[in-house]
Nanobody, 115 residues
Framework: QVQLVASGGGLVQAGGSLRLSCAAS????????RGWYRQAPGKQRELVAA???????NYADSVKGRFTISRDNAKNTVYLQMNSLKPEDTAVYYC?????????WGQGTQVTVSS
């Protein structure tokens, strides 16, 4: 059974940085896409960034140049380095994994950016 555990959220001032981690337990499958989504109050969940097994990445336009997604396959962990944070980045962030075995979600972690 696959479980994703997200951590690293918190309260930060605008312009600050946070690093989110998403550790996976269980076998996701060798070919997979790991991602981060976020959902702000009253808004739909949106893709923030994704990275596939080969290391190719994809970012939402709103975070390009500020956020970096990376993965450590040995640790089965994905990271989201968030720099130059803005109040509009405030949301609950969810990690996700997609493979032939299915779609998996972690619990959310709250990120709050104060102005």
């Amino acid at each position: 059974q696959v479980q994703l555990v997200a951590s690293g959220g918190g309260l930060v001032q605008a312009g600050g940085s946070l690093r989110l981690s998403c550790a996976a337990s269980g076998s996701i499958g060798s070919r997979n896409v790991r991602g981060w989504y976020r959902q702000a109050p009253g808004k739909q969940r949106e893709l923030v960034a994704a990275i596939d097994s080969g290391g190719s990445t994809n970012y939402a336009d709103s975070v390009k140049g500020r956020f970096t997604i990376s993965r450590d396959n040995a640790k089965n962990t994905v990271y989201l380095q968030m720099n130059s944070l803005k109040p509009e980045d405030t949301a609950v962030y969810y990690c996700n994994a997609v493979s032939q075995g299915g779609v998996y979600w972690g619990q959310g972690t709250q990120v709050t950016v104060s102005s």
